[in-house]
């Protein structure tokens, strides 16, 4: 796992990554940037007291939490964006470690959209059920990790599987492999977590789990796995 997460970073900081991270970054900002001038501009044209300095005030204040807040959404937002991305990205990641996979299965909208909701349902109800958890420290960040780690996890993967084996398959090989994936999971959620990494996380998390499936799917051991990639590493 930690070959596969080395691998991962390389290929988040490759050339062909470059544009999808960067179009994501400068249309978050974008957004956020209009957002926070929206914000501005509604409450600089409001008086709420009717008295200059304290409507002043309010105008600066309110100017500061709008930024604030878009601060505080910009990582999310900047994921959200990303998520479009994806399917390029594996693709790439792909290309450049695993030469001749062949074509892709193609899963159709209606396959992609009942798999995002199913995953959506049971990431509610989880959290639901949990809910009284996490008020009580430090027990909190245990179910934190452990069930957003399989959230997280089993999102990616299917990302990553359905791309190359059917939903049947796929779905034997989450159960016989659903620790080690639950722990994958658990890795991608602590670099969703990093402040400035959580602005590529979905791209490292996207081609993290691609060597994870690949060294699966392979029955490599993890010193197999290692030499074959570096094998591919030299032949690129």
Do not use: C, K
């Amino acid at each position: 796992m930690l070959t596969a997460l080395r691998f991962a970073l390389e290929d988040t900081l490759a050339p062909e990554q470059r544009r999808a991270i960067g179009i994501s970054l400068a249309l978050a900002a974008l957004l956020l940037a209009l957002l926070w001038l929206g914000i501005d501009l509604l409450i600089a044209h409001s008086r709420v007291a009717g008295i200059w300095w304290l409507d002043t005030l309010i105008d600066l204040a309110g100017g500061a939490t709008a930024l604030l807040l878009a601060w505080m959404l910009f990582p999310a937002l900047t994921m959200l964006i990303l998520g479009f991305f994806l399917d390029g990205i594996v693709a790439a990641v792909e290309s450049r470690r695993y030469p001749g996979l062949g074509p892709i299965r193609r899963r159709g909208i209606a396959g992609g959209l009942a798999g995002t909701l199913r995953l959506l349902g049971l990431a509610l109800l989880l959290n639901l059920l949990v809910l009284p958890l996490y008020l009580v420290p430090p027990i909190n960040l245990f179910i934190y990790y452990l069930l957003n780690g399989y959230l997280i996890g089993r999102e990616y993967f299917e990302v990553v599987a359905f791309r190359r084996v059917d939903e049947g398959v796929a779905r034997a090989m989450w159960r016989r492999h659903r620790g080690g994936l639950v722990l994958a999971g658990m890795v991608v959620v602590f670099l969703l977590s990093l402040p400035l990494v959580n602005l590529v996380a979905p791209v490292m998390a996207a081609a993290f789990m691609l060597h994870v499936f690949e060294g699966l799917r392979r029955g490599e051991t993890p010193e197999t796995f290692a030499g074959s990639h570096q094998v591919g590493l030299i032949e690129d």
